[in-house]
Every structure is written in structure tokens, then in C-alpha cells.
């Protein structure tokens, strides 16, 4: 990478550095290299390593780069289209055929506050809470937390029954799937999704392989019975690979490598 003279430039430091680096990635770097320190690129470039992090974490949240725990800094792989929704159509429960998402296990917990107003209940009511994750060529893309209110699936209590594990404790999953199932039986009337961009929390990092604080996309859908909400999912994709696509229709999809 070549030096360049940011000094005259009217536009901020930051975000002409990051042009050049973006070039600089397209000519110099291949997928999955390392990028140099940040001492020594901020060094090459003149500029102080503040400037430097503004730049990099601007390409990191347009998918040049991935920032990956005892690696470091590296160039991101291109993009491929991963649809937020169902492959069997906009009008599915989660766990309908074509679903993507893996179901992994179920808890019983307090409705989080945010989640509570959507849902209509107090923040202390207890709500089967299913927790599904999300892979693409291997790597995990996205996680989500499925809440769904006692009201919605009154066959199923808070103890539900499932195949059971060692000394008899019902196992997780087979919780999970008693709950997705019982919201089969309901006649869902449409769902509606908002995203907005977060910074990770550490128990997302983690299971995304970001770093806390990285730049995430966090998807919240409501899924309407009758005209209220019968659950709620909250999911959090990696923006360092995912980008928004919207149809004809106005649907949200995402697209994620």
C-alpha cells in the first residue's frame, strides 16, 4: 500500500483512509490475509491510530473486512445471499419446512422488557424462550431467541414434556420442538420485521465468533395471531457479512456469506 496526503483533503481523515484502503484491498490483499498492525499502517498513512480504527471499523461494517479472535484483522470473503425468511414463503411459523435456522434447545425465563411491551405482558411474566442458530458454508451467521407467551401454546406448560435425558430431565431440544409445533396449530395472519444495526453482546460474540462490540444486524419479528402478537424473534446476523435486500413486495431478505 502506497502513502497518500490526507491533509488537504475536505472530506474527514477517516473516511478518505478508507478509501484508499478499500482500493488497497482490492489490489494488494487476497481473501483471508492478514492486514498489517495498526501501528504500522497508521505510520504508512500519517494518520493518528484513532483515525486509522475509524477507517478499519467503517470497512468492517461494509464487509471488506473481519476482525477474528487471535487472528487479527483480515480481508472478508465476497458476499452470498442468505433470505431472512422462509424459504416456504412469508407466512410460516419458524420450524416450517424450508426453515434454515437449526433448533438447539428451551428455556423458561422473564420476558425481557423489550420484548414484554411487544408481547403485551408484564417484564417478570415467564415465556418459553427457543433458542435456534443459523449456519452458511459452516459458519455460524446468525443466533436467535424465539419468545413465545404461555397464551400462545396453552398446551404446552411451562414444564413441557419432551423426550426426556439422563435421570429423566426433559432434554431442551425436544422442548424447543413441542413449542414450535404447538404454534404450528395456530393460524398465523402475518408477521412484521424491523432491523436496525447493534454492537454485539458477549454472549453473541461468542457464539459468532465476533469480537464484543462488533457490528451486528439485529432482526426483530413479530409473528400476529388474530391481530396480536403471538411471539417474538429476536435475532442478530453478522454485519461484517450480511447485507440488505429489499423485493418488489417491500420483504426484508438478508444476504450473508
Known sequence: MGTTQLETVPEPKYWHLKTVLSEALDSEFAVGEILPNERELAARFGVAR???RQALEQLELEGRLQRRRGVGTTVAPPRVGVDVGSESG???W???PGDAWHTEDHACVAAPSTVARLLDVSADTLVHAVRRSRMTGGQQVASEILYVPAASVPAVPADAEGAEGAGGTPHPTARARTVLR???QCELGGQDRTVELGSARAEDA???DRLPGAPVLLVTTRYL???RTAAVSLATYRADTCRLSFSDGDAVSLMAS
Open 50 to 52: 484513532a483515525t486509522l
Open 90 to 92: 412469508p407466512h410460516t
Open 94 to 96: 419458524p420450524g416450517a
Open 182 to 184: 404447538a404454534l404450528h
Open 206 to 208: 461468542r457464539r459468532l
Open 225 to 227: 395471531v388474530d391481530g
